[in-house]
């Protein structure tokens, strides 16, 4: 006579119930995985390349994401791209990165020391993204800079100091972007000796100094003053500028030592 497996035993009395769950989760962030800022939209048959499966299948998933809000559909032009509920996502897992939490005291006390705007950004694999910001709070003028976001690679001063000290093969775009400009590759090599970069595009009157924050051997953020260029000087032997390389430094060195550490001479 058979006997029915009994709980704890090892003994399995039926398939696994798991696997389903399991490869329904995988198929949902493969599909969301494949949207990225070079690539934001992608019709039904891109979606069922990239998930392997049958077109039926495909639209039952992005059914499923688009009545959860991951992902949105354009009836005109039968496109899909990431939904809403993905931004409040992101939003609450940069809150969420250990440096957060780690930079808060020393950016507010930054902010007490020079009274200008303190930004952090990290790495998002494609550009560098505000994940926290603390606003001056006596000048007449205020500047906020939004978190989550993104800001240019070759141009800002957060982005080039990724540019300087992220491996190539994470910036892929890197060789070729130091090729086409003899200025940005004397600018890295600037940002590597001084252990500083300074922004001041001319057309909005804002000042940027931003430097590294390491973690072991590693970059994992930029830590950067944002101000006018009356109150924010260009040197990076001023003191403004030397009081954030010092707090970064500071910061590095709380996260972990740093053997890829600037000179700062």
């Known amino acids: ?16 119930t ?17 949207f990225t800022v070079g690539k934001p939209h992608m019709n039904l048959n891109e979606i069922t390349a990239r998930l392997g499966a ?10 499923a994401l688009r009545a959860a809000n991951l992902l949105r559909y ?19 897992a940069r809150a969420g990165l250990p440096i957060v939490a780690a930079a ?15 930004v952090l950004s990290v790495w998002d694999g494609e550009s560098a993204t505000v994940v926290r910001s603390v606003d001056n709070t006596d000048h007449m003028v205020r ?18 100091i990724f540019l300087t000290f992220l491996p190539a093969d994470q910036v892929p775009s890197l060789p070729r972007s130091v ?11 600037a940002i590597r000796h001084h252990g500083l970069s300074v922004n001041s595009p001319a057309v909005n009157g804002v000042r940027t100094i ?36 010092e707090t970064a430094r500071a910061l590095s060195q709380r996260l972990g030592p740093s053997d890829g550490e600037p000179n700062g001479g």
């Open 54 to 63: 049958s077109k039926a299948t495909a639209h039952r998933y992005t059914k």
């Open 74 to 92: 354009d009836e005109r032009t039968s496109l899909y791209s990431l939904g809403s509920q993905v931004l409040t996502l992101a939003a609450a």
């Open 104 to 118: 808060e005291p020393y950016m507010e006390e930054l902010v007490r020391r020079i009274d200008e705007t303190i």
């Open 179 to 189: 090729r086409m400009s003899a200025e940005l590759a004397e600018e890295l090599a």
């Open 210 to 245: 931003a430097a590294p924050i390491f973690e072991g051997d590693k970059i994992s953020g930029t830590l950067a003053v944002v101000g006018t260029t009356a109150t924010v000087p260009d040197d990076v032997k001023a003191p403004m500028a030397q009081a954030l390389l």
């Open 143 to 160: 500047i906020s800079v939004r978190v989550g976001s993104r800001l240019d690679l070759t141009s800002s001063a957060q982005g080039r």
């Open 1 to 16: 006579m058979a006997t029915k497996a009994q709980p704890g035993t090892g003994a399995r009395s039926g398939p696994d």
């Open 18 to 34: 798991t696997a389903p769950t399991i490869q329904t989760v995988q198929r949902a962030a493969l599909i969301l995985g494949s």
